[in-house]
């Protein structure tokens, strides 16, 4: 069960577009629709941002999109925003009925 | 609306065990899959278990497997964590988390309790 690979940082403006990709195998990423996102501010429990690969739960800005692509999905922040700044993970639902997290990425507002 | 808390944490010896407790409100308990996620001192999220609505199925991340046991009470509106032969590595915030129905997603986190395991 190796964790999903992320970005260590991505960083950008304010107002700009960033995409935070999230690679797995085709035992995780691959297998299932189920990549979740999560944004962390320190200190403060995980906020689900993204399910089933784009879907947004309620109340979550649309600023936060999700897409996959074979093994690999993405988030992407659109007009980014100094309170985005804060750790990103992935998630992905696995062909052993488990649950894995990315590695994680810090996202800096320049 | 929905609230989750972590109780249980503490300093434990090596070896030694340990039970986490989670008491969840606002929501129908005993229809959701419920889950625990680690997170090790400024290191990241870790997955460590589910266990479904009625209590019949669960998974375990490999790390944990054989050592930790969840399970929950239905009637009390409680999840467990049973944390055996603890090591240093185990030392983290854990993390109770409620499940986003058929996506395998955790829509609702608690704030989580600290477990440090020293000697």
């Known amino acids: 069960q190796s964790a999903l690979t992320q970005p260590a940082s991505v960083s950008g403006s304010p107002g700009q577009s960033i995409t935070i990709s999230c690679t797995g195998t085709?035992?995780?990423?691959?297998?299932?629709?189920?990549v979740s996102w999560y944004q962390q501010h320190p200190g403060k429990a995980p906020k689900l941002l993204i399910y089933?690969?784009?879907k947004r739960p309620s109340g979550v800005s649309n600023r936060f999109s999700g897409s996959k692509s074979g093994n690999t999905a993405s988030l992407t922040i659109s007009g980014l925003q100094a309170e985005d700044e804060a750790d990103y993970y992935c998630?992905?639902?696995?062909?052993?009925?488990?649950?894995?997290f990315g590695t994680g990425t810090e996202v800096t507002v320049l | 609306q929905v609230q989750l808390v972590e109780s249980g944490g503490g300093v434990v010896q090596p070896g030694r065990s340990l039970r986490l407790s989670c008491a969840a409100s606002?929501?129908?308990?005993?229809?959701?899959?419920m889950y625990w996620v680690r997170q090790a001192p400024g290191k990241g999220l870790e997955w460590l278990a589910v266990v479904s609505h009625d209590g019949t199925n669960k998974y375990y991340a490999d790390s944990v497997k054989g050592r930790f046991t969840i399970s929950r009470d239905n009637s009390k509106n409680s999840l467990y964590l049973q944390m055996n032969s603890l090591r240093a590595e185990d030392s983290a915030v854990y993390f109770c988390a409620k499940d986003v129905p058929r996506a395998a997603a955790f829509d609702s986190w608690g704030q989580g309790t600290l477990v440090t395991v020293s000697s």
């Open positions: 606002g929501f129908s308990f005993s229809t959701y899959g």
């Open positions: 085709i035992d995780d990423v691959g297998a299932y629709n189920h």
């Open positions: 089933d690969v784009s």
């Open positions: 998630n992905s639902y696995t062909t052993r009925s488990t649950n894995v």
